[in-house]
């Protein structure tokens, strides 16, 4: 059965700070890795997809990569700004487009 | 930018009320996705459909049916409600094996 754990769980970093999220995932059989977003008691924002076939995806200052073979993956965000705070959900898309979903980190960027 | 709806937003009700949580799409996506959130917790699939009249049981076991009737359409129904019901349910829909597009969520409160 897939598992996908998010480290860390929280993180709380000021404004400007380049970071990473990591995501690892236990069966590396997978079609894709999507990146969310989620904001307090909100639906998920969708901020990046990586296929398998990919090693990375950029949309502005977000960019994710992806080793299938080694089951992780990691989103860098460049020059966070307190509009970045919210929790980030990495999920593995298996066979039948199921998605299985981390626990999420939650950001918090102090201005 | 994905068009998929939730209703109600949030719901108070007693215990024992039938209830049925709304969702629909405009994309014409076969397949949809009930999620099951607890706060601060996992996203959890409860049911998902590949298509009319296409309905099956997620990984997290649920009191809650489902219907599809429609392509747009994927309301689910809880006969009676109690208060471990009280959660966030969120639903998606996806174009094949592609990403998943959210919609905003419906926070259930069973008193």
């Known amino acids: 059965k897939q598992e996908v754990t998010q480290i860390p769980a929280a993180l709380s970093v000021p404004e400007g700070e380049n970071l990473v999220l990591n995501c690892s995932f236990t069966?590396?059989?997978?079609?894709?890795l999507q990146w969310f977003r989620q904001d307090p008691g909100k639906g998920l924002t969708s901020l990046l997809l990586?296929?398998?076939?990919?090693r990375e995806q950029t949309s502005g200052r977000l960019n994710a990569s992806l080793d299938k073979s080694s089951g992780r993956s990691t989103l860098y965000i460049a020059a966070s700004q307190p509009g970045d705070s919210a929790t980030y959900l990495c999920?593995?898309?298996?066979?039948?487009?199921?998605?299985?979903f981390g626990g999420g980190t939650r950001l918090m960027v102090k201005p | 930018e994905a068009d998929i709806y939730q209703t109600p937003r949030y719901l108070v009700i007693g215990t024992g009320k039938k209830i049925t949580l709304e969702c629909s799409q405009t994309m014409g996506h076969d397949k949809m996705y009930w999620y099951q959130q607890d706060p601060g917790m996992e996203l959890h699939l409860i049911h998902y459909?590949?298509?009319?009249?296409?309905?099956e049981k997620g990984d997290l076991s649920s009191e809650s049916t489902v219907s599809r009737i429609r392509t747009e359409h994927f309301p689910l129904t809880l006969e009676s409600a109690r208060p471990s019901h009280t959660s966030q349910y969120l639903c998606a829909s996806s174009p094949q094996e592609y990403e998943q597009y959210f919609g905003p969520g419906t926070r259930l409160t069973v008193t």
């Open positions: 459909s590949y298509g009319v009249n296409s309905t």
């Open positions: 990586i296929q398998s076939s990919q």
């Open positions: 069966d590396s059989a997978i079609y894709n």
């Open positions: 999920a593995v898309h298996n066979a039948g487009n199921m998605l299985t």
